[in-house]
């Protein structure tokens, strides 16, 4: 359901636009995370943008799919049995031409031996398989509590 909603928004932002071909991801996610807030209500949700970044729409559509999975991951397993917590989603900048988005967690962590490269887990699957190649990256980063997923995706495609 998030995710027809992530693809369901960025038409409704395009609607509201002459430029169908890029739009502002930071608002576009801020639109995500609004629809995301309300399903996984045990969850406090802060959105922190690092400023408008336009992006080729195809793209801003794969950073809220992604956006969606992160967060479901995080409202599945990091608070479980709806225990509440706060994920807080970041986005900025790599360089000039890749955006990083970010989703921390304050929740138990990932076991030790937990590779984020190598998991079978249904949610990173989906997560490896969306980032664009080539040029997409994922990365895990243990914090106490919590931890914190990153993915870097190019704002254009490329070759």
Same mark, same amino acid.
């Given at each position: 359901?998030?995710?027809?909603?992530?693809?369901?928004?960025?038409?409704?932002?395009?609607?509201?636009?002459? %430029?169908?071909?890029?739009? %502002?991801?930071?608002?576009?996610? =801020? %639109?995500?995370?609004?629809d995301l807030a309300g399903l996984a209500r045990q969850c406090e949700f802060k959105y922190q943008p %690092?400023?408008?970044?336009?992006?080729?729409?195809?793209?801003?559509?794969?950073?809220?799919?992604?956006?969606?999975?992160?967060?479901t991951n995080v409202s599945k397993h990091a608070y479980p049995k709806g225990k509440p917590g706060q994920?807080?989603?970041?986005? =900025?900048?790599?360089?000039?031409?890749?955006?990083?988005?970010?989703?921390?967690?304050?929740?138990?962590?990932?076991?030790?031996?937990?590779?984020?490269?190598?998991?079978?887990?249904?949610?990173?699957?989906?997560?490896?398989?969306?980032?664009?190649?080539?040029?997409?990256?994922?990365?895990?980063?243990?914090?106490?509590?919590?931890q914190e997923l990153v993915v870097e995706v190019p704002t254009q495609a490329r070759t």
């Amino acid at each position: 359901m998030s995710r027809v909603g992530a693809v369901a928004r960025i038409h409704e932002r395009l609607y509201r636009t002459a %430029d169908i071909g890029t739009v %502002d991801l930071a608002a576009y996610l =801020g %639109d995500i995370c609004e629809d995301l807030a309300g399903l996984a209500r045990q969850c406090e949700f802060k959105y922190q943008p %690092d400023g408008p970044i336009p992006i080729a729409t195809d793209r801003a559509v794969h950073v809220a799919l992604l956006l969606t999975e992160l967060v479901t991951n995080v409202s599945k397993h990091a608070y479980p049995k709806g225990k509440p917590g706060q994920v807080v989603v970041t986005l =900025g900048r790599a360089d000039a031409e890749t955006v990083r988005l970010s989703v921390r967690d304050e929740g138990a962590g990932l076991p030790v031996e937990f590779d984020v490269e190598r998991s079978g887990g249904l949610g990173l699957g989906i997560l490896r398989a969306r980032l664009p190649k080539p040029g997409g990256k994922l990365s895990m980063h243990r914090h106490k509590p919590g931890q914190e997923l990153v993915v870097e995706v190019p704002t254009q495609a490329r070759t």
